[in-house]
């Protein structure tokens, strides 16, 4: 899921051709929509719970990928910012519920309170698996975006 975050300015920049602001403009409408969705997902999953955040989102991280599966280099970029907007919203849905309840679960697994869930060490070692990925790319788009790794 994540991972389309790299793919898509990278196809759009060298394979449609687009220049950098091009790009941004085409990904900026899914980060607005996630930063957007963020209270009213909030709200939902406190009126609601998390199933319901959490199937429909899922369903809609798949019609967005989905959408990514066909593109070749005569695809619209409309087609693209489409996409990773559905994309971005579908992550909305889905990563409260799952960073939420997540650590709720584990608080009934025999052993979690021993690796140190009360200490919060676990949370930091969660937030560490996620960002440590997305740390390492970053450095790495730059170089792509350089011309330092063709």
């Not at 992550?91 to 309840?101: G, K, Y």
Request: charged residues 10%; hydrophobic residues 50%; glycine residues 12%.
């Amino acid at each position: 899921m994540l991972g389309t975050f790299i793919v898509v300015p990278y196809f759009a920049q060298t394979v449609l051709g687009l220049d950098p602001l091009t790009t941004g403009l085409l990904t900026l409408p899914g980060g607005l929509i996630m930063g957007l969705a963020g209270p009213l997902v909030g709200r939902i999953y406190d009126a609601k719970g998390p199933r319901v955040l959490a199937i429909p989102g899922t369903m809609t991280v798949s019609a967005g990928v989905w959408l990514l599966v066909g593109v070749n280099p005569s695809t619209s970029p409309w087609l693209l910012m489409s996409a990773n907007a559905l994309l971005c919203l579908g992550l909305a849905a889905t990563f409260t519920p799952l960073i939420v309840r997540t650590p709720e679960l584990l608080l009934h697994v025999e052993g979690w309170r021993a690796i140190g869930h009360r200490s919060g060490q676990s949370e930091n070692s969660m937030t560490a698996r996620v960002e440590a990925p997305i740390l390492c790319m970053c450095p790495i788009s730059f170089m792509i975006n350089d011309g330092l790794l063709e």
